[in-house]
């Protein structure tokens, strides 16, 4: 396993960054542009593990994809020319991978075999395997087709009507995907505000696809065609850096270019809630994503209480939003979390274990987390999990700790940003 021992900031934080792409649309970039008819470029892509899967995935099933550096060339030949791989495909860590791409396999007239890594072996598939057998699906797997590995035998779906019962993203996309490629139409209907970035790609690739208040109504037979996609950077990153420049005294920090999509952006309007000095300037849209440059300077934070709808707007950025709420006067109670109980790893007890290591005053409950602050932080050894966002949310806190910390498997980090620590010391210069 690789550790990183890391020193507190002696002195504030300064400059600029731009944080890599945002993970959730590389991942459905690289889905439509492949299922698509035509060559398509992806710029700004981001470079880490799990997006890599769904590439991988993709190359599996006879797509030519090139890539350099940030930039895709994804050679789309349309759905009819997808082949069936000859061996099982990986998922890694992946969650997004696993159950966006099942929508996509159910529906493919190809024998697909999936498994991922251990983490994601414990996660739930039956989220989408069992609405996606509603459409006709034949999927089987470990547990009753709960958990991968999950075998496809795909065929032609039909489309339904579904209302979904757990407010996820990734679940609502698979369905809108496999919808695309059934026979009929399907409707789906959404229990609260998600991320909306695939209903947003989709008529981009030349797909139709409406939105009528909670209902997302989706006709089958579509065959999606090229485009040309630029991502904005990922709020869900630049967080980490938004937390570290507001809690590290005499810090100013830009993070340029960030994806402030409304379904995205809970928790800039938390840390301002709780009186952060978070500014967003040059506001622009980077294909058909609100982005802007985010400044924070450091000062005081008071404790607040997050729960309701907005905890599916900013549900990525909870770990670092506990770190915030450990130096943020009173009592901070995040509820409506119980999601986190099953993402890379069970998130409520690992920024629970991490910063009671560090020596912050946090409860964990059934669906959430209570936190008492301020409390001064010390150096410990702390542990990833094998989870990029509890490694990101140590590595922050070791800014304000009184000595060094430890942090055990820190590889994990490149999941989702993996020039992390040199944008970390950059900034620490
Ligand atoms: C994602 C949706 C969210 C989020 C994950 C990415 C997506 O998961 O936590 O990191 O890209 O659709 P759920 O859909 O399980 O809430």
Redesign the pocket.
């Known amino acids: 396993m690789t550790t990183i021992e890391l020193q507190p900031a002696t002195k504030g934080l300064h400059g600029a960054l731009q944080v890599p792409g945002d ?3 590389s ?2 970039a690289v889905i439509f542009s492949s299922l698509a008819e035509g060559t398509s470029y992806v710029y700004n892509f981001l470079t880490g593990e799990d997006c890599l899967r769904t590439v991988e995935a993709f190359r599996k099933l006879g797509v030519r994809i090139d890539q350099e550096a940030d930039k895709l060339t994804i050679y789309g030949r349309g759905i009819k020319h997808l082949t069936e791989p000859a061996a099982p495909i990986y998922f890694g860590n992946s ?2 991978t696993a ?2 791409m099942s929508g996509v396999l159910a529906g493919l007239p190809l024998f697909t075999v999936a498994y991922g890594d251990e983490s994601l072996a414990k996660r739930p598939m039956d ?1 989408v395997v069992v609405p996606l057998e509603k459409m006709g699906a034949h999927i089987y797997g470990r547990t009753e087709a709960t958990q991968l590995p999950l075998a496809f035998k795909g065929r032609k779906l039909s489309g339904v009507t579904i209302e979904m019962n ?8 698979a369905l809108l995907l496999a919808g695309m490629l059934a026979e009929g139409e399907t409707k789906v209907y959404e229990r609260g505000i ?2 909306n ?2 209903e947003m790609l989709m008529p981009q690739y030349g797909i139709t696809i409406n939105k009528n208040e909670n209902v997302i109504t989706v006709p089958g037979n579509q065959q999606p065609m090229a485009s040309d996609l630029h991502i904005p950077g990922d709020i ?1 990153s630049a967080a980490f850096f938004f937390v570290a420049g507001l809690l590290t005294q005499d810090s100013e920090l830009t993070i340029k270019n960030v994806g402030l999509n409304p379904t995205r952006d809970g928790i800039i309007t938390t840390l301002q809630r709780m009186g952060a000095n978070l500014a967003i300037s040059n506001q622009t849209y980077v294909g058909h994503e609100p982005v802007g440059d985010v400044t924070v300077k450091s000062g005081p934070l008071e404790a607040l209480t997050v729960e309701g709808d907005i905890i ?1 707007n900013l ?2 950025e909870i770990p670092i939003l506990a770190l915030a709420a450990t130096q943020a006067e009173g009592t901070t109670v995040i509820k409506d979390a119980k ?1 986190l109980r ?2 890379e790893t069970d998130r409520i007890a690992a920024v629970a274990q991490n910063l009671i290591a560090l020596g912050a005053n946090i409860e964990s409950t059934d669906d959430g987390l209570i936190i008492h602050g301020p409390t001064p932080l010390t150096g410990a050894v702390v542990h990833s999990y094998g989870d990029h966002r509890i490694g990101m949310m140590n590595a922050i806190a070791s800014l304000i700790t009184d000595s060094n910390v430890t942090i055990e498997d820190k590889d994990c980090i490149n999941i989702s940003y993996p020039n992390f620590f040199e944008h970390l010391s950059r900034i620490m210069k």
């Open positions: 993970k959730s649309i991942h459905r969650g997004t159950r966006l989220r757990v407010k996820s993203a990734q679940v609502k996309s998600t991320r970035h695939t869900s599916a549900i990525d999601e099953v993402k």
